[in-house]
């Protein structure tokens, strides 16, 4: 039997609007399997033309997500592009599932139409006329069976990027209509997500648009098997009914996903209201029902809840016009802050305004307990974050830099602590006289932007004696990162004398990955993305102690006296 046949596969669509949590709700529907014992695995299509997400701005289309994996793929013999840069909600999976994603998961249509038109021309198609239907859709099935033998899941969720109606989606959906007829019966559901908006007029949850979606849906030969609606409260039953009339579903089936303030609390949402139970069934999987991995889970989303106090981290950066800009690093935050037992209040700072207005740095950075410098690319807002990591380091403010904010703080200790008035990274100032950010070795020469970067997990080997060592407990660990420029480490071995200490090297010794400030406050900066490696259940190392110094912090500022309470 082929291992596919074995798979279950769920299809998770999207109806009347973008953004409204899919991919939330995707991860909780796979949380549900994994509750009752059933190995999962997920996969995200993604419309747009691009192969990867890897060179899209952050805010347009929220943050670049970075695997653990380098994958190589190969659209045709002699062509092939690493890909490690994913759609951002592979970093929902991850947290979620607490499992590492692979790349080959992402199916973008530039990857499927790449490949079938450079298989045409070496001749692979022996002169067929190419069409969407079947050689796209085709390429398409097959990344999904690929994904399917390289896991071999017992159910794997597939979430369809955009929404039903686009253009762009219509092939994928297509090939889904396909896959499922292919598909032995009871190896496949369909989920469709909805908008039910509440009207406050008239004060009721509205269905018309769920019935336009998944008449939309039906036209295009897919009848969804469980109808989700997105709502700000729980769906009432006259709604739920006239879903499941309109909409050709089971009451059971239609479920609701209300507004809530912890997202790790939508599978435990979903278990209440049946729908783990009522997906087992449709797909004819052994009744398991949730045990440990349950318990584990609930767990967990209560220590969300009833913190003892709050942390306050100010985060300034250049990509805060969109709220997932920065998501893997606000939900890191959010799992270290749990797990001491404390909430956090994230407060972005378009860095652009220190730069208008200077004065409002003090006032502005002054009143958080921390201060996190964000990843970026590009020259826009640079001086008002490279002002920030000033502000941290002249008042001894607990600091994290994280990637190009370790690069900025790297900059500013340069200017302000060592005198090298005009130091900058050769990325914002080719010409600099000092260049103390440059470009890594292998990055010299390389005119391409997809797929170029320093990608995926590499060693870190940390200092023993730093604060980095402390946090994780180890000499070697593994994280992921994202980039071409590096703090260049002669400068670093000159900043020694003004109390830096280069606390993590690569393999070789010779490219920094992470600096600190010795007999200050928790003052740190990484090049690498440990957020990326934060889970619900095991927050990152360097997230835990950046806010348990932030905490401590705040306590010597109220006039605590003597240890904190707080332990890692």
């Known amino acids: 039997m082929d291992k596919v046949e074995g798979t279950r596969f769920v299809f998770v669509t999207g109806g009347v609007l973008s953004g409204i949590g899919k991919g939330v709700v995707s991860a909780s529907i796979a949380k549900l399997f994994q509750f009752r014992g059933y190995k999962v695995d997920m996969m995200k299509i993604d419309p747009y033309l691009n192969v990867d997400p890897g060179t899209l701005n952050p805010i347009e289309h929220g943050e670049v997500f970075v695997c653990e994996d380098v994958w190589i793929f190969e659209p045709a013999p002699g062509y092939s592009f690493p890909i490690a840069e994913l759609d951002q909600d592979f970093g929902t999976y991850e947290r979620f599932l607490g499992v590492n994603m692979h790349p080959s998961n992402n199916i973008t249509s530039g990857q499927v139409y790449l490949t079938v038109i450079l298989r045409e021309r070496i001749g692979e198609y022996l002169g067929k006329t190419i069409q969407v239907i079947p050689h796209v859709t085709n390429e398409i099935k097959r990344r999904i069976r690929f994904a399917a033998e390289r896991s071999n899941p017992d159910v794997m969720v597939v979430e369809v990027g955009g929404t039903v109606g686009d253009i762009e989606a219509m092939p994928f959906l297509e090939a889904i209509r396909q896959f499922r007829l292919e598909m032995p019966p009871g190896h496949t559901a369909l989920v469709h997500v909805t908008l039910v908006p509440y009207l406050e007029t008239v004060g009721q949850q509205k269905t018309k648009p769920t019935q336009h979606s998944v008449r939309q849906l039906q036209s295009m030969g897919l009848q969804p098997d469980v109808i989700i609606g997105r709502s700000n409260d ?9 879903i499941a009339l309109h909409c050709n579903v089971p009451v059971e089936a239609v479920v609701s996903d209300p507004d809530i303030d912890v997202i790790y609390e939508l599978p435990l949402i979903f278990e209440r209201q049946g729908l783990g139970r009522y997906l087992a069934k449709l797909l004819q999987l052994s009744e398991h029902k949730p045990g440990q991995h349950l318990s584990e889970w609930e767990s967990i989303v209560s220590k969300y809840t009833h913190p003892s106090d709050t942390v306050v981290i100010a985060m300034p950066g250049k990509y805060t016009n969109m709220q997932d800009s920065y998501i893997s690093i606000k939900e890191a935050l959010k799992h270290a802050a749990a797990s001491l037992g404390l909430g956090v209040k994230i407060e972005p700072i378009d860095s652009c305004k220190f730069e208008e207005d200077p004065g409002t740095i003090d006032s502005t950075l002054s009143k958080s307990d921390g201060i996190l410098l964000t990843p970026g690319f590009g020259s826009r807002g640079v001086e008002g974050m490279i002002q920030a990591a000033r502000y941290a380091i002249e008042n001894d403010k607990v600091f994290l830099g994280i990637c190009f904010g370790a690069q900025l703080f790297f900059v500013a200790f340069c200017r302000y602590v060592m005198g090298l008035s005009s130091a900058h990274s050769t990325e914002v100032d080719p010409l600099t006289p000092y260049p103390v950010v440059d470009l890594l070795p292998e990055q010299r ?20 004696g730093s604060r980095l060592h402390s946090a994780y407990g180890k000499e070697v660990v593994k994280e992921r990162f994202r980039h071409r420029y590096h703090i260049i480490r002669k400068y670093a071995e000159l900043g020694k004398e003004k109390g830096l200490l280069i606390s993590a090297t690569d393999t070789s010794g010779n490219v920094v990955n992470a600096i600190e400030l010795s007999g200050r406050k928790w003052i740190v900066g990484v090049q690498f993305h440990p957020e990326f490696k934060s889970r619900a259940s095991s927050p990152s190392p360097v997230y835990l102690a950046f806010l348990k110094a932030a905490h401590e912090a705040k306590r010597g500022r109220s006039g605590a006296e003597g240890q904190s309470l707080i332990t890692v």
């Not at 729980?234 to 006239?242: A, G, H, M, P, S």
């Not at 970067?453 to 940390?462: D, K, N, P, Q």
């Open 234 to 242: 729980y769906l009432t039953e006259d709604v739920r009914q006239k």
């Open 445 to 464: 020469g390389v005119s391409a932007k997809g797929g170029t970067m320093r990608l995926g997990a590499h060693e870190v080997f940390l200092v023993k």
